[in-house]
């Protein structure tokens, strides 16, 4: 299906200041904002309010390994971002490529912690109210995590097909900006449930 | 020629009803009727928020009547502008088509009018902090009754802690005096969802929230009853959890403290009632008192005859509701959390016979 | 059909529903939201009148305590989330485009999927009415109320599936909106046309600005409590479990945090078509443009410090009482601000009474009544006896439909000529007014009085010596005339669309973007995108030695 803005695709916007893609993603990235915030809120509400199971500082290591994956990343795919806007396509994949290992690799260790906490710990979401707040909280960080992979894993295909040049800059530097949304929330995850939360 | 105010007179007198005057006439006998019917109810009875028996309702009262007079004039104020605008202003019938003056706005007049407003939030905000003070800060005196209050899925429990008494849906207080003050305060929990207790004469509402503690207080200066409900929806029989409030003089309410404290002993005339009562499932849920009927799922039935009416108020407490309600909850109060007892007619009427001698 | 016209003739009706049903394009995206909520807005109107005919007498037997808990439920979930919302956007998708001279909206693929997350909420919520048997064989639709406070949405106490299809349909419906909203932000900050700057943009582009932006930071809360309670009763999680040491009150916060911006979210549009359609009949301009945007921006900002005044009768600390009744009463001041310049628009012009005015006037009255209404609850212990009674129905009643409704009401007769190329009759939208005004006061007006009597709100009967009976009996017959009412309405739509008298570009002699195309708009709306130098850009065109740009 063809849009009207389509067919008139030659006008020039009269505000070139602001890019459509870049206010959409910070749009969304409000909305999202909020739904973290309120797990965060809950989390902080119910510390120490669990009425058994296993507390915070007994079972909770930090994850040192996986933020310095994700925090990274961050890096990684801003390079990616500033390669493409060179033109530079193959530089641009390693880069990307790069952001995809270590975000994936954040989430092989998030899975493992898990496990952990699961069969060794014994704290799933029904134990108490820390296994309730703390599933939930990474936990949706993780799905976002996921959502921004499977984006990424779609722009690599697309790469390796030759398919992303360098007019698509623009468009890759508005994912880029997701993927920092899901760093900056893992930097405030970290902090209420490993530093304040144990 | 006759003026119209003589024409009228003569057909006045001559009984000639025009249809008109029949329309005023009825209008002017047709809304105080109604308004009559509405309050045939037993006024003392109506539940009327500004008819206020008890000092925290005065106190609502008083903060009340005040934003009702700052409402009341703003709404004249900026209603005769919305009326005068729209009648100077309407386009006539003889305009010639040009446009009005194009006023694009005006700084002074939106001082004014931004002022004005945030002064009235300042009053208002000032005599409503001082109206929650006074209701929620009161200190309890020590010769309050002390009352716990626990709701449930359509019930009322209701707890003397320092009197020893447990009862259901109908609370009994003191009256209080100026002189002599008697208030009653009470806690109020919940055993399974969120239910509030509104007594509208007596106070605001409070409400009910399960792991949670409120409070609330209530100082009636009249002997009577009063009449209310749950006011926060908690289920299908949310519209039938009544809540009736007796107020006492203080020997009355000595007298009925004393007949609760004192255990049922129950007519040995009725024993075989009491058998079916301890040998059916009835006492995994009703307490009553030397039975070994513990539960608490539903009310103490100990004093059960000393209640004007069963189910919360669904239904008076007479001897034939009490059997039709044994037999099926769901005639007076469909989804009701009793089940049927499935008891045949002779063990119900064994029942009912021991029930009815427990005042 | 004058909207179904197309060059070609040889397209069937089939082919005419698949356009439809694929079309990105914001007009027929922004008609079937509209066409949606109108549809919706009578299924809610069935639910509300059978209430309302159990509650006639006490102690009715018209309807067992199941079905009206399931009605009074559907009815307010499908008020606020199947009309008003996809009522707004509706409104917002249609005109914004048009009125910022722009040729879609930022991303049309997205606006069509938003749309059609938000029709599969919705049909998924009253799926549940045939999708199961629920705890009393009564159907399995949803019996929490709209606003599904915790403890009673936990397993223990809702069984069955009732509760999911509330929280599933309208978890959904929020992703939708979510999505269009940050669509048309996109489009409003980006697409404007050249030389329209954001203080020459017509207020009903602002408002529909400070709305999406409320979607995006109030929806998000109502999508983590849901979410939060679909993993309560999935997968044994403990938010809202008090037995667990969880909070019902923290359930009661979260949706309050959504549900209070939610409701000037819903109006704020209202507010919009009545700034629009006010100058137009009046014949001036807005009075003080500047401060109705600041005072929207005022209303938008502080609707999200209030949320508490729902829940004064929970037993919050004095100091938390008394601050939510202090920024309850400040968000008035902006709103009463807004009210004086209406007012201060009609001062000194030449109006017209056509139905789109009337339609506005009769909301000038009854919104000035919802406020001070809501000023009175914010005083909190007057709140204290009239929090969850029937003076709070009528409060938001007020609000909702002698504010919101009267105001598209306005809104349809207003643009229905530019949407569909014929005007609709004047005369039939005179009986719709009027019969719908008497009828809603005689309903509203009257159901404070319970209120004040002592009646709770969701019961499902009363008893009959309490003084309620000749009252609710009033409230019950004023839905005949609103019925009778919205009866006009549909068939003036129906008759208007065939035989309505042509509109033209411009049948009310108006000043914004929208009426220099034709009506219909072509797909790509403008032959040519306008250049524009003030807020009015075609009363300078039609008064070029007087234009508006001198003066702003």
Redesign the interface.
């Known amino acids: ?1 063809s ?3 389509e ?2 695709a030659t ?1 020039p ?3 070139p200041a ?3 893609g870049r ?2 993603m910070t ?2 990235i ?10 965060v809120v ?1 989390y902080l ?2 510390l120490g ?3 058994s199971g296993p507390m915070p500082r007994q079972v909770l290591e930090l994850p040192i390994l996986n933020s310095i994956c994700l925090l990274s990343s961050s890096a990684t795919i801003t390079l990616a971002g500033r390669a493409l806007r060179k033109g530079n396509v193959s530089r641009f994949g390693f880069w990307w490529l790069a952001t995809i290992v270590l975000g994936g690799y954040f989430l092989f260790g998030t899975a493992v912690e898990w496990r952990h906490l699961i069969y060794e710990k014994g704290l799933t ?2 134990t ?2 820390f296994g ?2 703390f ?2 909280l990474v936990g ?1 960080h993780a799905f976002h995590v996921i959502v921004g992979l499977i984006a990424l894993l779609i722009v690599m295909g697309l790469t390796w097909i030759g398919a992303v040049k360098r007019e698509h800059a623009e468009r890759v530097e508005v994912l880029a900006l997701y993927w920092h949304f899901v760093d900056v929330v893992w930097i405030i995850v970290f902090t209420v449930v490993y530093i304040i939360g144990r | 020629m006759k003026s119209r105010i003589e024409q009228r007179k003569i057909s006045a007198s001559t009984c000639v009803t025009r249809p008109r005057w029949r329309i005023w006439l009825l209008t002017f006998i047709l809304f105080p009727l ?2 009559s ?3 045939s ?3 003392s ?6 008819i206020p028996e008890s000092t925290p ?1 005065h ?2 009262n008083h ?2 009547l005040l ?2 007079a700052i ?1 009341g004039g ?2 004249a104020v ?2 005769s ?2 009326a005068y ?2 009648i100077r ?4 019938p003889d ?1 010639n088509g040009t ?8 700084n002074p ?2 001082t004014a ?2 002022t004005v ?2 002064l009235i ?1 300042v009053v ?2 000032l ?3 001082r ?3 006074e ?3 009161a200190p309890m005196p020590p010769s309050a009754v002390d009352v716990q209050v626990v709701g449930h ?1 359509w019930w009322w429990e209701i707890r003397y802690p320092k009197l020893g008494i447990v009862t259901a849906n109908e609370l009994h207080v003191p009256v209080s005096d100026p002189q002599k003050r008697m208030p009653t305060f009470i806690e ?1 929990r919940s055993a ?3 239910h ?1 207790f ?1 007594v ?1 004469r007596l ?5 009910l ?4 503690v ?2 609330m207080w209530i100082e009636p200066m009249r002997t009577g009853l009063f ?13 039938k959890m ?1 809540l009736r409030v007796y107020v006492h003089t203080p020997e009355d309410f000595d007298h009925w403290v004393k007949a609760q404290q004192a255990l049922a002993a129950g007519d040995p005339v009725v024993a075989a009632g009491r058998l079916v009562f301890e040998r059916t499932a009835c006492i995994n849920c009703h307490s009553l008192g030397k039975t070994v009927g513990d539960g608490r799922f539903g009310p103490d039935l100990t004093h059960l005859m000393s209640r004007d009416t069963i189910a919360a ?1 669904a239904a008076e407490n007479s001897p034939e509701n009490l059997r039709a309600w044994i037999k099926n909850p769901n005639q007076f109060k ?2 009701a959390l009793m089940p049927a007892m499935n008891l045949t007619d002779a063990e119900l009427d064994r029942l009912v016979d021991y029930l009815v001698t427990l005042q | 059909m004058a909207l179904l016209k197309t060059d070609s003739d040889s397209k069937t009706v089939l082919d005419h529903l698949h356009d439809w049903v ?4 914001h007009k027929k995206l922004g008609l079937m939201y509209i066409m949606y909520g109108l549809l919706f807005f009578v299924v809610g109107g069935v639910e509300a009148s059978l209430m309302r005919i159990q509650l006639a007498v006490p102690n009715n037997h018209f309807l ?3 079905v009206f ?1 399931e009605l009074f439920t559907l009815h307010g979930t499908t008020m606020v989330f199947l009309v008003g919302m996809p009522l707004i956007f509706g409104f917002a998708n249609y005109l914004v485009p048009l009125m910022i001279g722009a ?2 909206l ?4 997205l606006n069509a999927f938003g749309f059609w997350l938000s029709v599969f909420g919705g049909l998924l919520l009253y799926f549940s009415l045939i999708g199961g048997m629920g705890l ?1 064989g009564a159907g399995s639709a949803p ?3 709209w606003f599904a ?1 915790a ?2 949405t936990a397993r223990a ?1 809702s069984r069955g599936h009732s509760t999911d299809y509330w929280t599933l349909g309208v978890l959904v419906g929020g992703f939708g909106s ?2 269009t ?3 048309i ?2 489009t409003i ?8 700057t954001l203080s020459k943009m017509p207020l009903l582009a602002w408002l529909n600005l400070v709305m999406c932006g409320m979607v ?6 109502l ?3 849901q ?2 309670l679909l ?1 309560d009763r999935f ?5 809202f479990d ?9 359930w009661q916060h ?1 949706f309050w ?1 959504f549900g209070h911006p939610e409701v000037y979210i819903l109006i704020i549009p209202g507010f919009a078509f009545v700034s629009e359609i006010i100058p137009v009949f ?4 807005i ?5 109705m945007v600041a005072a929207t921006m005022a209303i938008a900002f502080v609707s999200l410090g209030v949320w508490a005044h729902h829940m004064f ?3 919050m ?2 100091t938390s ?2 601050f939510f ?2 920024s309850t ?2 968000v ?2 902006p709103t ?2 807004k ?3 209406w ?2 628009t ?8 056509d139905t789109p005015m009337l339609f506005c ?1 009769g909301f ?2 009854q919104f ?2 919802a406020g ?2 809501g ?2 609850l ?12 029937y003076f709070v129905v009528a409060h938001f009643h007020f609000v909702l439909v002698g504010g919101l409704v009267f105001t598209i009401f306005g809104a349809i007769y207003y643009w229905f000529p530019k949407a569909t190329g014929r005007m609709l009759s004047e005369r039939l939208g005179k009986w719709h007014f009027w019969l719908f005004l008497i009828g809603f006061h005689v309903t509203f007006d009257t159901m404070h009085i319970p209120g ?3 009646m ?16 609710n009996m ?1 409230c019950t017959l004023g839905v005949v005339f609103q019925a009778t009412g919205i009866m006009f309405f549909v068939g003036n739509i129906l008759w208007s669309l065939f035989k309505g008298r042509r509109a033209g570009n411009d049948p009310w002699d108006a000043w914004t973007l929208e009426w220099t195309t034709t009506s219909p708009p072509p ?3 403008f032959a040519e ?1 306008p250049v524009v130098r003030s807020r009015r850009p075609l009363w300078d065109l039609k ?1 070029p030695t007087d234009p ?1 740009w001198k ?2």
Request: charged fraction near 15%.
């Open positions: 299906m849009t009207a803005a067919t008139f006008e916007p009269a505000w602001l890019s459509k206010v959409g749009c969304l409000i909305a999202e904002s909020t739904i973290f915030t309120i797990f809950a509400y119910y309010k669990s009425l979401i029904q108490d109210l309730t707040t599933y939930s949706l | 109604s308004l019917t509405a309050l109810a037993d006024p009875l109506v539940p009327n928020i500004f309702a106190s609502i903060v009340s934003v009702l409402t703003i709404f900026v209603f502008l919305i605008v729209t202003f309407r386009r006539r305009d446009e009005p003056p194009q006023v694009y706005g005006s007049v939106e009018w931004t407003p945030l939030v208002l905000v005599s409503t902090a109206a929650i003070h209701v929620q800060d899925q109020l399974d969802v969120v509030s509104w509208p106070a605001g509402k409070t409400d929230i399960p792991n949670r409120n409070n009449l209310g409900q749950c006011a926060k929806y908690c289920g299908t029989e949310h519209a009544l108020g469909p989804g | 694929v079309t990105v394009d067992p305590p199941q808990n040729r879609d930022a991303f049309p693929r009393s019996d929490v109320g406070y403890p009673l106490f979510i999505v909203a940050a669509n932000v996109t900050l980006c697409l404007r046309c050249p030389g329209m995006l930071i109030a929806i998000g809360p999508t983590a409590a979410i939060m993993l997968l044994g999680a403990h938010f008090t037995q667990a040491g969880g909070s019902a009150v923290l979260f945090i009046s014949r001036k301009a009075f003080g443009y500047p401060v009768t929970i037993g600390s004095a009482n008394t009744a202090v009463m400040l008035g001041v009463g601000i009210i004086f310049n007012i201060g009609m001062w000194g012009g030449k109006i017209r009474f006037l000038l009255f000035l009544i001070l209404t000023i009175m914010a005083v909190v212990p007057f709140d204290w006896q009239l929090n969850d009674s004040m009597l002592g709770p709100r969701r019961i499902y009967t009363y008893e009959a010596g309490r003084g309620w009976g000749t009252l009033i797909e790509y709306n995108l008064h508006d003066y702003e």
